[in-house]
């Protein structure tokens, strides 16, 4: 398995529609389950509906990010762990942007060679 190749694949996937705007952010949802979880800003959520309820609210109708650095390891299971550093711009801001770290943990979806749906995810701004 090669575990940087499937983290850089899902970054580059998640970001690129997360930008995408409110309306087509709703196409991640394919990346979670029932089982899937968030925490956002200490906020803890769990399961498909809920997650995408967070990541289309109407404060984040405009976000890009910049993706810094990314970084993988492979985990029991064949799951895979991924970190991404960077900076966002919320409604165009791009003169102030925050910086922010974010967990995936990605699991193989069963009968599904390839697949990989978020198990747990976890995003936090980070102020100097």
């Not at 800003?41 to 810094?68: D, R, W, Y």
Request: hydrophobic residues 40%.
């Amino acid at each position: 398995m090669d575990f940087n190749a499937i983290a850089n694949s899902f970054v580059g996937h998640y970001y690129t529609t997360f930008d995408s705007g409110s309306q087509g952010r709703g196409n991640l949802s394919s990346l979670y389950r029932p089982e899937s979880m968030l925490t956002w800003e200490s906020q803890q959520l769990q399961g498909q509906q809920n997650i995408l309820a967070k990541l289309t609210t109407p404060e984040l109708a405009t976000v890009k990010h910049k993706v810094n650095t990314t970084d993988a390891q492979p985990a029991p299971g064949n799951r895979v762990l991924v970190t991404v550093t960077g900076g966002l711009a919320i409604d165009n801001a791009f003169d102030k942007p925050l910086q922010f770290a974010e967990t995936f943990n990605l699991q193989p979806i069963p009968g599904q060679p390839g697949g990989f749906f978020v198990y747990n995810q976890i995003f936090r701004l980070i102020f100097a």
